[in-house]
């Protein structure tokens, strides 16, 4: 059985974790508040699944995973890696996590020896060399099928909602869902998220514009700090849960008229339902 990778390259997103708690929410309720068709025949009882919204998007955990795990400090994944599997189904986490250090350090660029190839060459040779390393460093396929979970799905991340075809204002896959607009209840989670978000682009988009260039070991350490700092900011999201749908946190908005351009992620059919936006309250930071 071949090695995997520690790294998840274009990989797409998957299924969300069975074993969270969703809200219970039928057919008939979710035709009642305007978040689907009205049911005919006896579907009103079937089960309605809500959307789960990210606010940091897959995608940038996704893309940032690759440049923390090849070119960040050992303390740096290891912080990273508990953010993400606190509260997910993983086998062994301590072992996988001594697995990934192990990985870094075999294969990773070091001050030593940083200089000596690009930053692309650096994280090709994260996937080249799996197969080289001893067995107790690889990882097996049942790993990297964990492993994409936990970087994509964190509870902590996430924030039941209408369906995307639905909503006016969701960012898609690239861009920060903002909910600190909700209220004071939960306005230090969302910040502590756009934080970390901010942090994770800064990575994505410094890679993207080096990554053709040799390696420096003080670009390297400048990476390492600004993941450390988001760390320090947000490691206690890992104890914040799915929040589950409030329809208090929504408002609905009439249909886009005909003839005039479509909406983001709306159109054909779709303009015959209610649209939904996150529901902006007015917040003092600081009372």
């Not at 990273?80 to 001594?98: H, I, S």
């Not at 490691?235 to 749908?245: A, D, G, H, I």
Request: contains cysteine; proline residues 5%; charged residues 25%.
């Amino acid at each position: 059985m071949a090695a995997q990778s520690p790294l998840l390259g274009d990989v797409d997103r998957v299924s969300s974790p069975k074993h969270w708690t969703r809200s219970n929410i039928t057919l008939g309720q979710a035709a009642q508040w305007g978040l689907a068709e009205t049911p005919s025949g006896g579907n009103a009882m079937h089960s309605y699944n809500l959307a789960l919204h990210h606010n940091v998007p897959w995608k940038t955990l996704r893309d940032s995973w690759d440049v923390i795990v090849t070119f960040c400090s050992e303390a740096v994944i290891r912080d990273v890696f508990k953010l993400y599997n606190y509260g997910c189904a993983m086998r062994r986490p301590d072992r996988f996590e001594d697995k990934l250090a192990m990985i870094r350090e075999a294969v990773g660029p070091g001050p030593k020896n940083a200089a000596g190839a690009t930053y692309e060459r650096w994280m090709q040779r994260m996937s080249e060399q799996m197969e080289n390393l001893s067995p107790e460093k690889q990882i097996d396929t049942d790993e990297g099928s964990e492993l994409i979970n936990i970087v994509i799905w964190q509870q902590w991340n996430i924030l039941e909602g209408p369906k995307e075809n639905l909503r006016t204002d969701d960012p898609g896959s690239d861009g920060f869902d903002d909910f600190r607009c909700l209220g004071r209840t939960n306005y230090s989670r969302f910040e502590r998220a756009r934080l970390y978000y901010n942090a994770l682009k800064t990575l994505v988009d410094e890679y993207k514009k080096v990554k053709a260039g040799f390696c420096s070991q003080t670009v390297l350490d400048t990476w390492t700090s600004i993941m450390s700092q988001a760390l320090d900011q947000s490691r206690t999201l890992r104890q914040e849960t799915l929040l589950s749908f409030d329809n208090q946190s929504w408002e609905r908005v009439n249909p886009a008229p005909r003839g005039k351009p479509a909406m983001p992620n709306c159109g054909g059919d779709d303009y015959k339902k209610m649209h939904w936006v996150k529901r902006k309250q007015v917040i003092v930071v600081g009372d």
